[in-house]
């Protein structure tokens, strides 16, 4: 069995964005860099056979002492352990990486100038592609050509995935599944796919949040490599993190019991995160408040006022802060009295009950419209860092939003024009 650790997007220069100004000494420890000592160290203490860095790990050209400082220290330890660490160059290190390689030792540059390389691990083949320039509109699979050995090939490579008229080495996941590579760890996308499966094949995901809008887990990947499977285990220990969290304000009686109530929902998600072998340092919270209720425009002013606020707290030893409250509050509505119309409103009613009761065929039937139209939308560029679940729960979910948000609308003005 052999251990690596695979590292995707990590960014090496660029400072954590939208944290409060009372955090603002803290950002070496929040930011890539330290993102890096953390995997180093888990490295260390796994003793892996090699670690992978599937590209982009600086940020820019002028991050060129940054990266050499913070990669090199790192390196020094994991080949002072005997760890060999493997990189292909992304779309944004694609002139930095090699001239890092050349200054350090023990960082070795795979598929250097766009050409596939090979390199021996032990008993399984390691096959990478490097950028050898800043856009590249073709697919670098179209050069690929590798016969299926008595070892195990894992793929290393940054690309846009089933994007075809991407600059950024566009490929296609038939593409990859076609090839004789028992797992592909792609670099390029910062929100990390699932990985599981026996064959892997999926993007690492970004080391720490590097935005806002990045929230979730984020770190590194621990993989198996046996001869007849490979498992991929996330190593969530990113020192920022961005948590997106739902606060039901429908039973919310006062606005002035707001605070109390986000403050719950942010300390529940913070005991599940300080349970981790290696917690975050700073959490920021994203948070949307949803439900009906007769006070919808007081909530919504009173969220306003705490989302000013900006300052951090202390919960568990994990530095907290409100990033962004967003408001998808809905004002009460009748819906079995709207529903016995015969115009817009009343038809939208009725497919709003039918959203209320999952057994029926309604339900049913409106579900799988939705996903349907909804299908073509989340797989587009601009959704692709979002979760692209669209499971029934799901899609009905954003149905009752959308139809509340259209009910309310229609209700105003019918009122405007009375």
Same mark, same amino acid.
């Given at each position: ?99 890092? %390689?050349? =200054? +350090? &030792?023990?960082? !070795? @540059?795979?598929? #250097?100038? *766009? ?6 691990? /032990? ?120 948590? %997106?969290? =739902? +606060? &039901?304000?429908? !039973? @919310?009686?006062? #606005?002035? *019991? ?6 719950? /929902? ?124 669209? &499971? ?27």
């Amino acid at each position: 069995m052999t251990t690596l650790l695979a590292i995707g997007d990590m960014h090496l220069g660029r400072p954590p964005s939208a944290i409060p100004e009372d955090l603002d000494r803290r950002r070496d420890a929040l930011g890539p860099e330290a993102a890096w000592t953390r995997c180093v160290e888990l490295a260390l203490n796994r003793n892996v056979d090699a670690v992978l860095l599937a590209g982009d790990l600086v940020d820019q050209g002028r991050d060129f002492f940054v990266g050499y400082g913070q990669l090199k220290a790192g390196i020094e330890q994991l080949v002072a352990a005997d760890i060999p660490v493997l990189a292909v160059a992304g779309n944004h290190d694609t002139l930095i990486l090699p001239r890092l %390689a050349d =200054e +350090i &030792d023990g960082l !070795e @540059l795979l598929g #250097a100038g *766009g050409e596939w390389q090979t390199r021996r691990l /032990g008993n399984l083949d390691i096959v990478g592609w490097s950028f050898p320039r800043e856009q590249v509109r073709q697919s670098p699979l179209s050069k690929l050509q590798i016969q299926r050995g008595k070892y195990p090939v894992i793929g290393l490579l940054h690309c846009d995935l089933d994007q075809a008229d991407s600059p950024y080495a566009p490929v296609s996941t038939s593409e990859l599944e076609a090839t004789p590579v028992n797992a592909w760890l792609l670099g390029h996308i910062h929100r990390p796919d699932r990985l599981d499966g026996d064959r892997p094949i999926g993007y690492l995901g970004s080391v720490t949040a590097l935005r806002a809008s990045e929230t979730g887990p984020r770190g590194p990947w621990l993989l198996q490599v046996g001869k007849q499977k490979i498992t991929a285990e996330h190593q969530p220990l990113a020192p920022m993190r961005y948590e %997106a969290i =739902e +606060i &039901d304000c429908t !039973e @919310l009686d006062d #606005a002035a *019991g707001l605070g109390e109530r986000i403050l719950a /929902g942010t300390r529940d998600r913070i005991q599940g995160l300080a349970e981790h072998d290696e917690p975050p340092l700073a959490v920021g919270f994203r948070i949307t408040l949803t439900g009906q209720s007769g006070r919808a425009s007081e909530i919504t002013a009173a969220a306003g006022e705490l989302a000013a606020d900006g300052r951090s707290w202390n919960e568990a030893g994990i530095a907290c802060f409100i990033q962004k409250i967003e408001s998808a509050l809905l004002p009460q509505l009748d819906l079995k009295r709207l529903a016995r119309q015969s115009d817009p409103r009343g038809l939208l009613a009725r497919r709003l009950l039918a959203l209320e009761a999952p057994d029926s065929e309604e339900y049913d039937r409106l579900v799988q419209r939705g996903r349907e139209a909804m299908s073509p939308l989340i797989g587009s560029r601009e959704f692709r860092d979002l979760d692209q679940s669209l &499971d029934d729960d799901t899609v009905a979910a954003w149905l009752k939003r959308a139809s509340r948000l259209a009910l309310i609308r229609l209700t105003d003005q019918h009122e405007d024009a009375r």
